[in-house]
Every structure is written in structure tokens, then in C-alpha cells.
């Protein structure tokens, strides 16, 4: 067993081997220690992702879990990137950015052409995925749910602080109908204190890609992008570097709390004087 920095996918991993000893075992982590003749932090190590597990403790592991060499050898394929300072996941995969996003203490986050998906609103999120043209009915609401799951965080004791900036460009796109937006609008005021407004006469910000930052208590910072091929996770050094100095100029340039209020509240006035203003309709 070797020690590493621990990263989001090691973590994620290593959960998946906890739930597995819960459901397939009767052993706690100490009497699954003592099964195999480890020392108990090696057991809590490798399933909190802190160290990396040899092909023979995973083997070792899986037979007491009573798995066949095939679920070993799928295991396996995926935990040798476990440790990767950089790597993808397919867009469909949701359970390393939500254990990501439950283990964060902060959460800095830039969305240009729609609102981020912590603070989306059911019917939004709905519409995002109608006009993403998914392949079905069930397709649609199996995304919805799992991004409103995703906003469970907003209901635990102690939740990340976070910022959101947002461009003027997401605001001005339509996605679904006039009420649709009317109600998405009224939950990024009611959020106005964790909202900031990048003006859409901030151009060159609109290039950038769409990007999260993560940081933890004890867990090294990771960068989080994505694009309808994959997702993307970064904790190597420079990637964290540029991650923070992007936001840096985001909160130089981002409209202050009060300003980002009042052009929330006249978004909301604007639409409710115009419901078939001059927006782009998504859906």
C-alpha cells in the first residue's frame, strides 16, 4: 500500500469499497482488518482514498467480499487512475462531482450561458434538458432528479460557503417559458448574497470555459469543468493556480452584491413588463 495525496476519484473509489464491505460483508472496518491480517488504518486508508491499494490487497479485498474475478478485474481498470492529478469522466457519471460537492467547504463557481446547477430551479433544469434534445421523456426527468438531488447540500447543518458568478449572458438567455424564467430569476435574488453578475460587456470572460473550484478541509483544491463529452477533474498545482487566478479577475470585474441585487430585480421587472421581450428562447 502506498501513500499519496489523496484526489476526488481515489475518495470516490474508495467509498465504493466501504459500501461494499457494508453490503456484502458482516465486518465493521476493524473486523475486516483482522480478516485479511491488515493493521486497521490500512483498511480506513485505502477506503477514504488516502492511500493506493496493490492489485493483490484489492484481490484480497474482493475475495472476502465474496467477488468473482471479473468485478475485480472491473474495479481494477478504474482504480488505476484513482491517483491521476487530471482526469475524465463520461458526462453521465454524477457520483464523484456529488461526493465532491458534499465534502467541499467552499465552492467557486463561474457559469456563462445558463445558471449554475446548484441554483437552478426544477423547471429550468427541466427545460435545459428539453432543449438539449434528450433522447427521452425518462431520459429528461432522470436529469432533473439528479441534479435537484444534487441541491441536498443547501439542507445540510453545515453548508460550503459559496460563491456563484454569473454571467449577464445567462441571464439573457430564455430558457423555457416566460414563468419559467420569471421563478429562476427570483431564486438567484433570493440567493443574491452568494450571486455575482459578470456584465456582459465583459467580453473576453465569455471565452472562458465555464469552471468550478473546490476546496476542502484537509483534501488538496480541485478544478471541475464540463462540456457534453465529459467531465473533467484537475488537482494538479497549476491547473489550481489558474483556476484561482481566473476567479481572482472575476471578482475584480463581477458586479458587488447590492449591484448584482438590482440587476436581478430588473431582469424580474423586465420580463414581468414583457413576456415576449427580446431573449432567445431555449425551449
Known amino acids: 500500500m502506498t501513500a499519496i495525496i489523496s484526489t476526488a476519484y481515489s475518495r470516490d473509489l474508495g467509498d465504493e469499497l466501504r459500501r461494499l464491505r457494508e453490503n456484502c460483508t458482516s465486518f465493521g472496518g476493524r473486523a475486516m482488518a483482522a480478516q485479511l ?18 492489485e493483490v490487497d484489492l484481490a484480497q ?25 487530471y482526469f475524465a469522466q463520461v458526462p453521465e457519471n454524477l457520483r464523484t462531482l456529488t461526493m465532491v460537492e458534499n465534502m467541499a467547504t467552499k465552492i467557486f463557481a463561474y457559469e456563462i450561458l445558463s445558471i449554475p446547477g446548484l441554483l437552478q430551479t426544477e423547471a429550468y433544469t427541466r427545460a435545459l434538458f428539453t432543449a438539449a434534445d434528450c433522447e427521452s421523456l425518462e431520459a429528461i426527468e432522470k436529469g432533473v432528479a439528479a441534479r435537484m438531488d444534487r441541491q441536498s447540500i443547501w439542507r445540510r447543518p453545515y453548508r460550503p460557503d459559496c460563491v456563484f458568478y454569473v ?9 423555457g417559458d416566460a414563468k419559467v424564467m420569471e421563478d429562476q430569476y ?6 443574491a448574497h452568494i450571486v455575482r453578475i459578470v456584465p456582459a460587456n465583459a467580453v473576453i470572460l465569455a471565452l472562458k ?12 483544491p480541485l478544478a471541475y469543468t464540463e462540456t457534453d463529452l465529459a467531465k473533467v477533474f484537475a488537482q494538479e498545482t ?7 487566478k481566473l476567479f481572482e479577475r472575476l471578482d475584480a470585474v463581477a458586479l458587488d452584491e447590492e449591484q448584482s441585487r438590482s440587476m ?20
Request: charged share 25%.
Open 37 to 54: 491480517g491488515w493493521d486497521p488504518s490500512k483498511v480506513s486508508n485505502i477506503e477514504t482514498g488516502k492511500a493506493r491499494a496493490t
Open 61 to 85: 479485498y474482493f475475495a472476502t467480499c465474496g467477488k468473482d474475478l471479473d468485478y475485480l478485474l472491473d474495479f481494477t481498470s478504474r482504480y488505476r487512475h484513482a491517483f491521476d492529478l
Open 167 to 175: 454571467h449577464e449572458l445567462a441571464l439573457r438567455m430564455r430558457v
Open 186 to 191: 427570483l431564486r438567484l435574488l433570493f440567493n
Open 209 to 220: 470555459t465555464p469552471l468550478t473550484l473546490f476546496e476542502f478541509g484537509k483534501a488538496s
Open 238 to 244: 497549476s491547473a489550481i493556480t489558474a483556476s484561482r
Open 264 to 283: 436581478l430585480a430588473t431582469y424580474v421587472s423586465g420580463l414581468r413588463e414583457d413576456p415576449h421581450d427580446w431573449r432567445t428562447d431555449l425551449a
